[in-house]
């Protein structure tokens, strides 16, 4: 018997395999460039979580937010255990979004969404890249503070509790989101994340400081790869094969 995840899997598989038998195969001139610059393209989404001038308002909110988290962070874990937001069964939704299913179904969308337009397996790769690599370095930092802080969470059970990692992931998601399908999809994804961060507050695994955290990391990390996909990516027609040519520009 095959259990959700394997299924999940599967179906990313068959539709990935559908895509590849309808798309126009990417370049290999293409491939071999995308792989040599790739380094300085990912640096650069890095370089951009620390430029201010871009994200100086989500800078200016942790510097609010995350202090004066952590001075309610305990008077909202009681009052939360004693009067439940979720019922465990809405909770858990939460729970599996922001763990697995919301990246498995962006992924799926990324991949119907450029089937159904008939886009080239390139624009794939692109959106995908940003996809994985958002989520990838948002796991990354976020178990790094997770070692360094070494704080306990609120049920005792670990001391991996700041930041949320279920939150950081999720926003890193909206963000992604926000910037390949637009404000509403966007918004919808951020209220989405913003649900998985109660759930965990709901569920006693995290503190409202490590919610607070967790978003503002997921998002700062998500835009920062969004906005240099959009500076270094450019759709160019070409008339002469009558279809879409995605350049990848390496900006130095």
Known sequence: MFNKKSLGCMTICLVLLAELSLARE???E???NHIK???IHYFKGLQTCWKFPYQKNLYLAGAALIPISFLLDQHIANYIQANKIYSAQISQIGDLYG???GYYGTLTAIILTNTVT???VIKIIQEAELLIESELTTATVTAGLKYLTHRQRPNHKGYRSLPSGHTSGSFALAAVIKYLYGDLPGYLAYGM???VGSTRINDNKHYLSDVVSGAILGTLI???FAHQHQLEWSVQPNPEIHSIKIGFEVLL
């Open 37 to 39: 610059h790739y380094p």
């Open 26 to 28: 990417p370049d290999s």
């Open 222 to 224: 998500g835009r920062s």
């Open 30 to 32: 293409w491939i071999i």
């Open 118 to 120: 008939r886009q080239p």
């Open 193 to 195: 994340a913003a649900f």
């Open 99 to 101: 763990h697995r299913w």
